[in-house]
């Protein structure tokens, strides 16, 4: 099973192939790191382009798609679902969206995982999981302190992006389309896959200007 995977929710992105019948690398043929501080509606399509060129494959012979959902930058979170959405109903093929704070989780060793991600504005997009890659806490948007004390007890591997925190913790990767795609595979072959028209952003909070509307509201 081939599989493009695509990450755009923050400053630096990342594509990933995804082949079921490689070894090395858990299954990752090549992931691309990419960076565009002004957005990747310019630039993604040509990496796309350029990546399967390399493995001589075209979007047609791709099993399916996958993307982060976020959380994460808004605009940049409809990019990559936008893009592989567009290319899953060109090719007639299923999309499997992966939350960001589920793919953290999958640079654990340990049983029971903290994510976390600055979501900005004093607080963060927290949740647990367990070595399954199953929530074990849901995910959340809330202040760093909220969120510490709500986690439940017991021996923590803490994992974040572009957050600092007062304890030992795992910095994920920039490039982190390698094992949204690795994900994505194992809820292709669970049946979990849906078509493009089903899929939609994982933003667990409003974006900033329905926030700033509400307040004007007030």
Not at 3 to 8: C, F, G, M, S
Not at 24 to 31: D, L, N, R
Not at 101 to 109: K, T, V
Not at 178 to 192: C, D, M, T, Y
Request: charged share 25%; aromatic share 6%; with cysteine.
């Amino acid at each position: 099973m081939r599989i493009l995977a695509v990450d755009t929710t923050g400053e630096t992105g990342s594509i990933a192939l995804v082949d079921g019948c490689r070894v090395e690398q858990g299954g990752v043929g090549e992931e691309v790191t990419l960076h565009s501080p002004e957005g990747f509606g310019h630039t993604l399509f040509p990496a796309i382009e350029q990546l399967l060129a390399r493995h001589g494959l075209s979007v047609a012979s791709l099993d399916g798609f996958a993307a982060a959902s976020g959380p994460g930058s808004f605009t940049g979170v409809r990019v990559g679902l936008t893009a592989v959405k567009g290319l899953a109903e060109a090719s007639g093929r299923k999309v499997v969206a992966v939350s960001n704070l589920q793919a953290l989780a999958f640079f654990g060793r340990r049983a029971l995982r903290a994510v976390a991600i600055d979501a900005r504005r004093g607080e963060v997009y927290g949740a647990v999981y367990d070595s399954a890659l199953t929530a074990v806490c849901a995910e959340v948007v809330t202040t760093l302190p909220a969120w510490l004390s709500s986690l439940p007890k017991g021996e923590l591997e803490f994992i974040t992006r572009g957050l600092e925190l007062e304890r030992s913790r795992t910095e994920a990767p920039p490039a982190m389309a390698g094992a949204i795609g690795r994900i994505a595979r194992e809820k292709f072959l669970r049946g979990e896959a849906r078509d493009p028209a089903g899929i939609d952003a994982n933003y667990v909070r409003r974006s900033d200007a329905e926030l700033f509307w509400k307040e004007t509201q007030r």
